[in-house]
């Protein structure tokens, strides 16, 4: 019975020896090729989804960035029922080409420093996505200061902005000629009218806030929100912008 034992014992081991010979034995070519196959289709339909909901997440971000800065702006509002920083007493703006100097920006840098907010002028860039740039503009009346537009770059090169307007638009929110001032006063140019949704011209007349986009390959490459004055479509809604926009 031992010798029995012992007979299956060597056959069990020639039996294991035999299937790591076939082990090492690897895959055939066509085999790998297969594989590599395989492996590159995944890749393909992977890769692009994968930037895909990354750039969405980057513009979603830069939306909401956005969102809460006018928000603070509109607080600010409340206090002196006036975007502009620089208008005082007498009615009349004054530079607002700075981050200091008594600006908008400057104030709204001192009271909300989770931004870095700049001048309206002044371009976001791509690798800042909490740069907030703002200008206050006019609404009803000249120098009134009862509108703001505000501009965020997002990760992608996208450019997102909002215009909140306290009053009710009588013509496209305009700064003068000069470069300095970005409310309209003496001077002011002649402003075009404003479309909302892309419906006829002079139809946004009612104050609320307002959304535009630019995408990264049609952008001027000024994500400013003095050049969105020259915007004549706004929009209810991020989306109906971004729409419009591709």
Not at 60 to 68: C, E, F, G, I, K
Request: aromatic share 8%; glycine share 12%.
């Amino acid at each position: 019975m031992f010798k029995h034992l012992l007979a299956r014992a060597q056959e069990a081991r020639a039996a294991e020896l035999e299937g790591e010979s076939g082990l090492e034995g690897g895959f055939t070519l066509i085999e790998l090729m297969v594989v590599l196959l395989i492996i590159a289709i995944l890749l393909a339909i992977a890769i692009p989804t994968f930037l895909g909901v990354s750039g969405s997440a980057r513009d979603r971000s830069a939306q909401s960035n956005v969102t809460n800065a006018l928000t603070n702006s509109i607080a600010y509002y409340q206090n002196g029922q006036n975007f502009d920083a620089t208008t005082g007493a007498g009615g009349t703006a004054t530079s607002q080409t700075g981050t200091g100097g008594g600006s908008t920006a400057g104030a709204l840098q001192s009271t909300e420093p989770a931004f870095t907010w700049v001048a309206g002028g002044t371009a976001c860039a791509t690798n800042a996505p909490k740069c907030v740039s703002i200008a206050p503009v006019d609404v009803a009346t000249a120098d009134d200061g009862q509108g703001v537009i505000l501009s965020v770059m997002a990760g992608t090169g996208n450019c997102w902005y909002a215009m909140n307007l306290q009053a009710n638009p009588v013509a496209q929110p305009n700064a003068t000629t000069a470069a300095s001032n970005y409310n309209g006063a003496t001077g002011a140019a002649t402003p075009g009218l404003l479309k909302l949704d892309g419906g006829a011209a002079a139809s946004l007349t009612s104050a609320g806030t307002y959304y535009a986009f630019e995408k990264a390959n049609t952008a001027s490459g000024s994500c400013s929100a003095l050049h969105a004055e020259g915007f004549a479509n706004w929009y209810s809604t991020y989306a109906k912008a971004s729409a419009a926009s591709e």
